[in-house]
């Protein structure tokens, strides 16, 4: 644990406004890549193996209390029109799943390629499956268009003559423990949320982002504002910061102009950051765009990419996920990814719903390695959620929006979708008092 030394103070009107200060603890050694798990030309079979173990465990310590009269079987040892219980990894079939052999031989042909938004049809079935065997699903309580490859869950049902299971009841693991935090207990303490600067692109406006790190910083607004502003004891900044001219790499030396231009947007963020850091502790996570590595968990981004936001103990290049705790307050997030993974896999009314899903799934990446790139570990599923947070947060979506849900022995969390600030121009601030959030507009437009 460390407790950041900001020195931070802005004078207004002859008052000292001194900024408060939060305890901050990184939760994100289980998403780090240690030299021992470096690639040695391992298979993904072993993380869902390492899956199966961790969520199977849990899962037969649920069922007691679920159907405690019922025999849990494997998939091998299934009998016709006996009820029992089986527990395995779900498999997904699905008859618009992208084919990179598919795509192939249509781009070959004269018909056009559509590229649909969702690959869900309604022919899509469900399998479950365990390390004895695999066994087709059909019942009316299991809909495939809500689950996808890679979740573990119990199902209550019999076998069939015809080499299916007929599902009656599921179990999922439910939301995961979560400590308690005192209710609305201290002062408010704000902790600014912000996703897709897009340093560089098109649609990014520098005044913009200048306008939220001086409201951050306290160089805005009134002596009212002024006081809000040193409420803010953390920054995070979820993904996609810089847009990196992808056209200029195509195999072949860059002249010293073409580097120019590589590197501009990043010491353009590196300047934007420095004056953050200088006033408020800052973290900021690699998202798709950003110049990282592609599978999750991304590790952080180099910090000689920001020489001079590094300079600051308050600067902190971080994973995505994400996981930390201010004061009481876990928080744990994503630069998108993984609830963008499953929209398209699964059907949902919104990003919210897919949030909750992974939350009762208790898997923030069910849908990797399948759809989802991700690294091939070995002995270990570090997206396996062993506690809940109190914020679980996703960047890059397209507008802001907010949910609180409860879990069964009393778990609240607070949903939160990021918007793309180089497109809506808004951040978003959580009060750790209650949770509470609202967002930040910095519109450049002048009548």
């Known amino acids: 644990m460390e407790a950041m030394e900001v020195d931070s103070s802005s004078k207004n009107g002859g008052f000292l406004l001194q900024r408060k200060q939060s305890l901050y603890t990184s939760l994100d050694s289980c998403f780090e890549i240690k030299k021992e798990e470096m690639y040695r030309g391992q298979q993904f079979s072993q993380i869902y193996y390492a899956r199966l173990y961790l969520m199977r465990t849990l899962l037969y310590s649920l069922v007691p209390n679920w159907k405690p009269l019922l ?29 990179i052999l598919e795509e192939y031989s249509k781009e070959r042909s004269a018909i056009p390629l559509v590229k649909p938004h969702n690959f869900i049809h309604p022919d899509d079935y469900l399998v479950l499956e365990d390390e004895s065997g695999r066994v087709k699903l059909r019942g009316d309580v299991l809909l495939p268009s809500v689950y996808v490859t890679g979740i573990v869950v119990a ?84 993904g996609n910061s810089v847009e ?17 231009r590589l590197s501009e947007p990043i010491k353009e963020l590196d300047i934007l950051l420095t004056q953050i850091a200088a006033g408020v502790p800052v973290d900021i996570m690699p998202g798709p765009n950003d110049p990282a590595n592609f599978s999750l968990p991304q590790q952080p981004l180099h910090r000689c990419l920001f020489p001079g936001a590094s300079a600051y103990n308050t600067f902190k290049s971080c994973h995505n996920p994400h996981s930390l705790k201010l004061d ?51 002995d270990r599923d570090p997206f396996f959620l062993e506690s809940c947070p109190h914020v679980y947060f996703i960047g890059n979506q397209e507008k802001y929006d907010t949910r609180l849900i409860k879990g069964e022995e009393g778990q609240i969390v607070r949903l939160i979708c990021i918007p793309r600030f180089s497109e809506t121009g808004v951040a978003v601030v959580l009060n750790m008092r209650n949770l509470e959030c609202h967002t930040l507009s910095f519109g450049t437009q002048f009548g």
Request: charge should be negative.
């Open 71 to 99: 025999p849990v079987c494997t998939v091998l040892g299934l009998e016709e029109g006996k009820e029992c219980i089986i527990v395995g990894t779900l498999y997904k079939h699905m008859k618009l799943k992208p084919s």
């Open 155 to 238: 199902l209550l049902g019999k076998g069939s003559d015809a080499g299916y299971f007929w599902v009656e009841d599921i179990l999922e693991a439910g939301l995961p423990h979560q400590v308690e935090r005192p209710i609305e207990s201290g002062e408010d303490k704000y902790v600014i949320l912000v996703s897709g600067l897009g340093v560089g692109s098109s649609s990014s406006n520098p005044l913009q982002f200048q306008l939220l790190v001086d409201h951050i910083t306290g160089h805005l607004g009134d002596a009212k504002e002024q006081s809000i502003a040193a409420k803010i004891v953390q920054v995070i900044i979820a």
């Open 244 to 260: 990196i001219p992808c056209g200029l790499l195509n195999g072949q030396n860059l002249s010293s102009k073409d580097q120019s």
């Open 328 to 378: 009481d307050v876990s928080l744990l997030g994503t630069s998108g990814q993984n609830v963008d993974d499953l929209e398209k896999y699964s059907d949902a009314k919104g990003k919210l719903d897919s949030m909750e899903r992974t939350l009762r799934w208790r898997h923030l990446a069910p849908t990797a390695p399948n759809t989802l790139g991700c690294y091939p570990f070995t």
